[in-house]
């Protein structure tokens, strides 16, 4: 790229661009990272520089970047369609993908409702859950149960459900009421348990992100609790909603998340790994039960009035297609437990770390919890301090993530776990300044 070109690029960035979760005051005064082009798990800037793909494109991509299957299925459907609506309409891919869909998620889930995101993807569940009992005649079911720390997205409907005070508190008096369990684990089933024997008949529905919680640091659930969680939302007659935005499409080992435990939900939330990293897509699975609750008469408006413009777009749902293809030909989940393992062994050597005070994995998501305050950035300035070492990670506050392409190879996991290991124990020596840093959370 001509000199030129890329110092107008950094330019127009600072000047045009307002970057998500992130205070600009700190972008504006570095050189933005700007990223031109992939191959594999690979990312090139326009300064030429290749870095890993710590973090898979913040988590969605899964066989890695220009992955050969997927770029063809989108040249030829571009031949085709871009798009059309699914509003009075259907397309072909919507259709064959609804079809796949429904035949690798847990047992029971038979409707796929598309959206944009993961949080629509949520809120989607969450309107259809608490419009369900209205539909139904039983008006008093409206209070929508959480977990603490909890993260189902941005938008106000699913910031309503988030737990995380840093992203949500200043948003209070914004989104509506709901309940949020105390504690984590067996203590929150406890809770769950005392409130649905108390209150079940005023609940609509609990959302979780089952096994792990990715946005809260990658906290990770006890075995058994997701299941039993599962018996006592179906005992009481209150919807289970897996929000699996960050979890599915083998992020955890298997397919979904659920599938450790074999639970059914009411409600699946897919985004993030859904079209392989491509392009926004997610979908909202649910039972026949949820399905018929809105099978009346026009005449008495129980219709479900969602529907975003997007909805269903051909593209995104022939790389949704291509991503499914590729994990039975290429065989993605079985290839990826001896990559788990390698991790998992890896992993124990950040204890070594004085700045280390937790690593957490399921699957392959993992974080590494750094001591210190929050306000001393310590993540971001081991993902800054990883830059020089040819590898792009993000932060949650103090905790280092890791979530590479399930594609990596074992040798490229390595090197990824060695830079990351020196990023930290750079940091871990203190420095006279630091300047600002780049990413935040
Ligand atoms: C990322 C995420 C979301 C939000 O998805 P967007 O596509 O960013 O709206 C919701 N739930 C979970 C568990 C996530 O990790």
Request: with cysteine; hydrophobic share 40%.
């Amino acid at each position: 790229m001509p000199k030129t070109k890329v110092q107008h690029l950094k330019q127009w960035d600072r000047e045009c661009v307002w970057h998500p979760f992130t205070q600009m005051k700190d972008w504006v005064r570095e050189e933005p990272l700007i990223i031109d082009s992939a191959e594999g798990v690979y990312l090139k800037d326009i300064d030429g520089n290749v870095y890993i793909d710590g973090v898979s494109s913040l988590w969605v991509n899964v066989h890695g970047h220009r992955q050969a299957h997927i770029d063809a299925a989108l040249k030829k459907q571009i031949d085709k369609l871009g798009h059309s609506t699914l509003l009075g309409l259907a397309n072909t891919p919507s259709v064959e993908l609804a079809k796949r869909l429904i035949e690798i998620a847990p047992q029971g889930l038979k409707k796929v409702f598309y959206s944009d995101n993961g949080s629509t993807a949520v809120e989607i569940a969450i309107k259809m859950a608490y419009q369900y009992w209205q539909n139904t005649g039983r008006r008093k079911k409206t209070a929508i149960v959480h977990l603490s720390n909890s993260y189902h997205g941005d938008t106000l409907g699913s910031v309503s459900v988030g737990g995380i005070d840093l992203f949500h508190k200043v948003y209070r008096k914004l989104i509506f009421k709901t309940i949020a369990l105390k504690g984590q684990g067996w203590e929150a089933v406890a809770n769950l348990e005392n409130l649905l024997k108390a209150e079940s008949s005023s609940i609509a529905a609990l959302v979780v992100e089952p096994l792990v919680q990715g946005a809260a640091g990658m906290l990770v659930w006890p075995p058994g609790a997701l299941r039993k969680m599962r018996q006592l939302t179906r005992k009481h007659n209150v919807f289970l909603i897996a929000d699996e935005v960050a979890t599915g499409f083998g992020r955890t080992g298997k397919m979904f998340a659920c599938q450790h435990e074999d639970v059914s939900p009411d409600f699946l939330c897919l985004a993030k790994g859904i079209t392989g990293g491509y392009l926004p897509l997610a979908a909202t699975l649910t039972t026949q039960q949820v399905y018929d609750g809105f099978l009346f008469d026009y005449k008495e408006y129980k219709t479900f009035f969602h529907g975003h413009t997007y909805t269903g777009n051909p593209l995104a749902c022939a790389a949704a297609l291509a991503n499914l293809e590729i994990f039975k030909k290429e065989r993605t989940l079985s290839r990826l437990v001896p990559k788990i393992k390698f991790l998992a062994e890896k992993l124990k050597m950040f204890y070594n770390c004085r700045l280390v005070a937790e690593v957490r994995q399921q699957g392959f998501m993992a974080g590494i919890e750094l001591k210190g305050r929050l306000e001393d950035r310590l993540g971001a300035q081991v993902c800054q301090a990883a830059r020089k070492y040819g590898v792009i990670l993000r932060p949650l506050g103090n905790v280092v993530v890791l979530m590479p392409p399930l594609s990596i190879s074992l040798e490229e996991l390595e090197y990824l776990l060695m830079a990351t290991y020196r990023a930290i124990e750079e940091t871990a020596v203190p420095r006279p300044f630091l300047g600002p840093f780049l990413s935040e959370i």
